[in-house]
């Protein structure tokens, strides 16, 4: 023990010597860096980063199926291995490069503090004292996400308080750990250059590898980059002198009888040999084969960021996400994925303004099972003028950041529809529809009657007259809603929305909807904003029986011990009876061609769909906006749900027009078709005759009518 302290005192005194000489204050009494040193040696344990390192990991982002790599996220390129995964090659290498006596110090080599001493002061500034152990020691410190910026800061400030701090450290740690124990946490911290953290990341970036296939010129370049991975970069620097270091150390290798001349000559000889690899790194780093996936590897972030399991504020999630080696499998589907693309491609192309992006929803869970869009989620420039066409990292599909969304129009009828079935009226309520209603909710707009709303049928012969609400959501009677709203009043509609998930991202809506509900009278008709995954995912509620669970694009989640975080659990609570869910079901299977369990569907505008789909019930909605500035389509089965929206998202004044919807109607079959393959064939319970038709029981079906032609 005396010995030990001896050793110490002697070390920060020799430290105080070399402080004094990097600071320039050489003159320093020997007295004074004594008593410096001695206020440094008393007490206290090592601090908490360096028992327990938190080495920072990238964490890896895969597929549904867990195998297929996305992408990774890393604030720090960083891969640990065990040092038995090390060439032994490569071990060798960072010793002789940065500290030969590695294996006979404890911690502090007090020859190489005297040697540093002599040195600089013959003016080779470049010799230093710092042992491995005391470099770890300062790049564990300088890292560690939970010191404050000004302590990771002190970790390589210029002074002779951090020298002796390191020191004191260094030696306490050969106190706890094998040498072999410290070179292999050295080897998973230090930095390579070219991003690259770590002796497997950067085997795998200078030489697309793994550690243990290391040869000697290989292990030999990267021991020597440490140094300065800047000034030897030989991917982004200078080659020369790159090999100019390789050959110093393959020098210090066989100085020290790790090789034989013969091994240095050959590996001196060797070619600088780079395979570099460009490591995945965030969502717009995806293999072009995959670059449609940026817009799901996008969504992950965000949902990510919102989850209080990783951290108290965004900032902390994200960097948890860069730093904690977590494994995240995905819901994303790459054969629905596929689909998704070709169906949304097959509306609008890459090379026009307007999109068509598209959501998959599983209903029941809330997983996301596809996202996409016909954009490049790049950072590419775009032409003049254009924000989001054909280069963008907006959040098209699911909305957020500057995408409010787009106006759902007829859509937002299942929201009328369900809150008159929660108030207790049955889908048999029957009101002649007339061509205008002039209703009791003042709006501020030239084409209203007198200062109040009154919407007008788009095609009166075909949707005026008597309607249930059977008839009027297959037929989308606007003026049949207009009135149901005023039975139930726009506040609850407004609040039935917002149940199934309905997010108000445009100011104005949000306004409306904490201000102005019970006058919003437009809100059936889709007037506010919305994205194709929350319109996707409210439909999913409803074919769910009533179970609404928050959007989950993730399946599995597991932190960097390999333990599984139930965050990737879904999240789901009942919002609506399941009655009530299945009359809205039942409602919904007429816009798509499809007949209610009562026989009471007689039109719809999208009957094309059935055509499109046999073989299979299905249940869902059009919409078109005011002067079909934008065109909707839902559709959904018990096992999925899908929804489209045809906009220009930097022009909301181009409309697309009503013929789009056709084009987007053969796309959703085809990629229900993929979506479903393989899956049994599952109906719609039907809802209770009280819900039907407010009697216990129900009465005779009506007569089958011939089928209409395709609208």
């Not at 280069?391 to 809150?419: E, H, P, R």
């Not at 333990?563 to 009655?579: G, Y």
Request: proline residues 8%.
């Amino acid at each position: 023990m005396a010995r030990s302290r001896i050793y110490l005192l002697a070390t920060v005194v020799l430290a105080g010597v070399l402080g004094g000489l990097v600071l320039g204050v050489s003159a320093l009494p020997a007295q004074l860096l004594m008593g410096y040193g001695l206020s440094m040696v008393p007490g206290g344990e090592l601090p908490e980063d360096l028992r327990n390192p938190p080495v920072a990991e990238r964490s890896y982002l895969y597929a549904s199926d867990g195998r297929t790599l996305v992408t990774s996220f890393f604030a720090e390129n960083r891969h640990e291995v065990e040092l038995s995964a090390v060439a032994p090659v490569m071990r060798q290498a960072i010793v002789a490069a940065e500290d030969a006596r590695f294996y006979q110090h404890s911690g502090v080599d007090l020859r190489g503090v005297l040697r540093a001493v002599v040195a600089n002061r013959h003016g080779d500034s470049r010799q230093g004292a710092s042992t491995l152990t005391m470099q770890y020691v300062r790049n564990v410190r300088k890292g560690d996400p939970a010191l404050s910026p000004e302590e990771r800061a002190a970790a390589t400030e210029t002074s002779l308080g951090r020298k002796v701090r390191e020191m004191r450290w260094a030696l306490a740690l050969e106190r706890r750990l094998s040498k072999d124990e410290i070179l292999g946490r050295y080897l998973n911290i230090a930095y390579f250059g070219a991003g690259a953290y770590g002796v497997a990341t950067a085997s795998a970036r200078y030489f697309s590898k793994p550690p243990d296939k290391l040869s000697l010129p290989e292990a030999a370049l990267l021991a020597g980059l440490v140094q300065s991975p800047d000034e030897y970069d030989p991917i982004n620097g200078d080659a020369k002198a790159a090999l100019d270091r390789r050959t110093y150390v393959l020098d210090r290798m066989a100085q020290l009888g790790q090789i034989s001349a013969a091994d240095r000559d050959a590996a001196d000889r060797a070619p600088l040999g780079l395979r570099p690899s460009e490591q995945p790194g965030n969502c717009t780093t995806l293999r072009p084969e995959q670059e449609d996936w940026g817009f799901f590897c996008d969504y992950v972030m965000k949902w990510w960021e919102e989850q209080p399991a990783f951290g108290a504020t965004p900032q902390e999630r994200r960097l948890a996400l860069q730093r904690g080696g977590y494994r995240i499998v995905t819901s994303l589907d790459p054969e629905i994925q596929e689909a998704a693309l070709r169906h949304t491609l097959s509306v609008y192309g890459y090379d026009e303004p307007r999109a068509a992006p598209t959501a998959v929803v599983q209903p029941g869970t809330g997983r996301v099972l596809a996202l996409a869009v016909n954009r490049h989620y790049s950072l590419a420039p775009n032409p003049p003028g254009q924000v989001n066409y054909p280069n963008t990292v907006n959040q098209l599909v699911a909305g957020g950041g500057d995408i409010a969304g787009y106006q759902g129009g007829s859509t937002f009828k299942l929201f009328t529809m369900l809150a008159a079935i929660e108030a207790g009226l049955p889908l048999n309520t029957t009101y002649s529809a007339p061509g205008r209603l002039v209703t009791r909710y003042r709006v501020d707009d030239p084409a209203s009657c007198a200062g109040r709303w009154c919407p007008v049928n788009a095609t009166p012969a075909y949707q005026n007259g008597p309607r249930t609400m059977w008839s009027a959501f297959g037929r989308s009677v606007n003026t049949y809603f207009a009135h149901l709203e005023e039975q139930v009043g726009a506040a609850r509609v407004v609040e039935m929305a917002q149940r199934l998930g309905i997010r108000f991202r445009a100011d104005s809506d949000a306004r409306m909807s904490l201000d102005g509900a019970n006058e919003w009278g437009p809100f059936t008709l889709g007037v506010s904003a919305t994205t194709p995954l929350d319109l996707a995912n409210a439909y999913a509620t409803v074919a769910a029986d009533g179970v609404y669970c928050a959007p989950l694009p993730v399946t599995a989640i597991s932190d960097s011990a390999g333990h599984r975080l139930p965050v990737a659990d879904p999240a789901c609570r009942r919002v609506l009876p399941a009655d009530t869910a299945r009359a809205a079901n039942d409602a919904a299977r007429c816009p798509v061609g499809d007949q209610s369990a009562f026989g009471r569907c007689d039109g719809g505008t999208g009957e094309r769909m059935r055509q499109l789909l046999p073989g299979r019930p299905i249940a869902g909605k059009t919409g078109s906006s005011e002067g079909y500035a934008t065109e909707t389509v839902v559709v959904y089965t018990p096992q999925v749900a899908v929804a489209a929206i045809a906009a220009n998202p930097d022009n909301p004044r181009d409309a697309v027009g009503q013929a789009v919807q056709a084009n987007i109607l053969g796309g959703i079959a085809r990629l229900l078709t993929t979506a479903l393959r393989g899956q049994p064939v599952l109906g719609f319970p039907a809802p209770s005759p009280m819900r039907a038709f407010g009697t216990p029981t129900a009465p005779p079906a009506p007569p089958a009518r011939p089928a209409l032609p395709p609208r």
